[in-house]
C-alpha cells in the first residue's frame, strides 16, 4: 500500500473551512483506492503571523522537504497587508521549492450557468500554464524618497531564458496530451520590447520540438477579450507570472464562480513537494458561516492525487463533482443556492462512495 506524507497548511478565512472539506474527500479516495495519506497540520497564515511577527517558521521550507506534497487553503486576512501575505509565504514557498509551474484548470462544468449568454459546458474548457517562479514577481526593485513629491518605485520583471524554456516545454506537452493539441502563448511584445520579444522567441523556439500542436501569439489585452467572446477557440494558455495571474481570474469567472476554481504550483522535477489550493482567496465576509463551496478545495486535492501518481482516485473525484454540480439538487450560495459546506461535501463523498469499485 502506498502512503503519501501530505503537509497541510489550511491558512486563514475559508481555507479553515474547504481544507477539512477536501480532506474527507481525499480520506474516502484513500479508501477506496487503496492507498494512505499521511496528513501533518501546521498553523501557518496570518493568525500565525499575528501571534509572532512571521507568516511561516523561520525553517519552514527544511520542514516541508520531508512531504510528498503540500495542501493549501488560502491566505489573507484583513489585519495584515496582502503584499505581506503574499511576499512571506505563498510567494517564497513557490520559489524556494522550485514550483515553476501554476497549472489551473478553467472548466464550466455541467450545471453551472457562465456570465457568458448562451455559452455551455463545451465552449469553456481550457487549462493555464503559468511561469511561477520569476518574471514580474521576483519582488526586485525599490523605492526612494518616500513620503516626498519625488517618490518613486521601481518592479524590475525577470525573464530567464531557462525559465521561459521549461514552462514553454510544460505547456506544449500539456497542450500535446489533449485532444485539440492548441496552445496559445500570451505575450505583449508590442509594448515591452526585451522580456516579451525574447518570451516570443523562446516560445518560437521550443514549438519546434512540438510540430503537432498549433501555437498561436496573442497579445495578453486580445487573449484576455477572446477568452471572454470566443473562449470555444482556445484550450492551453501559457503565460508569464503576472498575466497567468490574471488570465486564470478571468477564467474561472467565466466559469461561474471562484468557488470550483482549482490550481497546483508544480515542480515538474520532482525535487521538492508541489502544492496543491484552491485559486479564491480566504473570504473574510463568509468566512465562519460554513457556506463556502468546497469544490475548488475537493479539485486540488484530487490534482494533488493526479500528482502523487494516484489518477484512478483523480478521476473518481472528478466524476463525483461532476455528478454532484450536473445534478443541480446541491448548491453553495456562490452557485445560486443555499447548500452549505457540510452539504456539499457529503454530496461529492456520497457520489465518489456510489460509484462502483
Not at 526593485?141 to 525559465?163: C, K, N, W
Request: proline share 6%.
Amino acid at each position: 500500500m502506498n502512503t503519501y506524507r501530505i503537509a497541510v497548511i489550511a491558512g486563514d478565512g475559508i481555507g479553515q473551512e474547504v481544507i477539512p472539506a477536501g480532506i474527507d474527500v481525499l480520506k474516502t479516495a484513500a479508501a477506496q483506492g487503496g492507498f494512505t495519506c499521511e496528513l501533518t497540520d501546521f498553523p501557518w497564515g496570518s493568525a500565525f503571523y499575528l501571534r509572532t511577527g512571521r507568516m511561516l517558521d523561520p525553517d519552514a521550507i527544511e520542514q516541508l522537504l520531508a512531504f510528498d506534497a503540500i495542501y493549501l487553503g488560502a491566505i489573507g486576512d484583513p489585519r495584515v497587508a496582502d503584499h505581506v501575505t503574499a511576499r512571506e509565504l505563498i510567494l517564497p514557498l513557490r520559489q524556494r521549492l522550485r514550483q515553476y509551474v501554476n497549472l489551473r484548470p478553467m472548466r464550466l462544468l455541467p450545471g453551472i450557468s457562465s456570465p457568458l449568454a448562451g455559452r455551455s459546458a463545451a465552449d469553456i474548457d481550457m487549462v493555464c500554464v503559468r511561469e511561477n517562479s520569476e518574471g514580474e514577481y521576483c519582488g526586485i526593485g525599490g523605492r526612494l524618497h518616500a513620503g516626498t513629491p519625488d517618490e518613486l518605485a521601481e518592479q524590475t520583471g525577470i525573464f530567464t531564458r531557462r525559465g521561459i524554456e521549461r514552462i514553454a516545454r510544460y505547456a506544449f506537452t500539456v497542450a500535446r496530451s489533449r485532444p485539440r493539441k492548441l496552445l496559445a502563448s500570451a505575450t505583449k511584445s508590442n509594448a515591452l520590447q526585451h522580456a516579451m520579444v525574447m518570451w516570443d522567441e523562446v516560445v518560437a523556439e521550443v514549438a519546434k520540438e512540438f510540430p503537432d500542436v498549433t501555437c498561436r501569439k496573442y497579445h495578453v489585452d486580445a487573449l484576455a477579450a477572446r477568452m471572454v467572446t470566443a473562449p470555444q477557440t482556445l484550450d492551453v494558455i501559457v503565460a508569464s507570472n503576472l498575466f497567468g495571474d490574471i488570465l486564470t481570474d478571468v477564467g474561472s469567472a467565466i466559469s461561474g464562480s471562484l468557488g470550483v476554481g482549482p490550481s497546483g504550483n508544480i515542480n515538474p522535477d520532482r525535487t521538492t513537494p508541489s502544492m496543491f489550493e484552491p485559486i479564491h482567496g480566504s473570504a473574510p465576509d463568509i468566512a465562519g458561516k460554513g457556506v463556502a463551496n468546497p469544490i475548488a478545495a475537493i479539485w486540488a486535492g484530487a490534482m494533488m492525487l493526479d500528482h502523487l501518481g494516484e489518477r484512478a482516485a483523480h478521476d473518481s473525484i472528478l466524476r463525483a463533482i461532476e455528478r454532484v454540480i450536473g445534478d443541480e439538487r446541491v448548491k453553495t450560495p456562490d452557485l445560486g443556492g443555499r447548500a452549505t459546506t457540510a452539504d456539499m461535501t457529503k454530496a461529492v463523498t456520497g457520489a465518489l462512495t456510489a460509484q462502483p469499485a
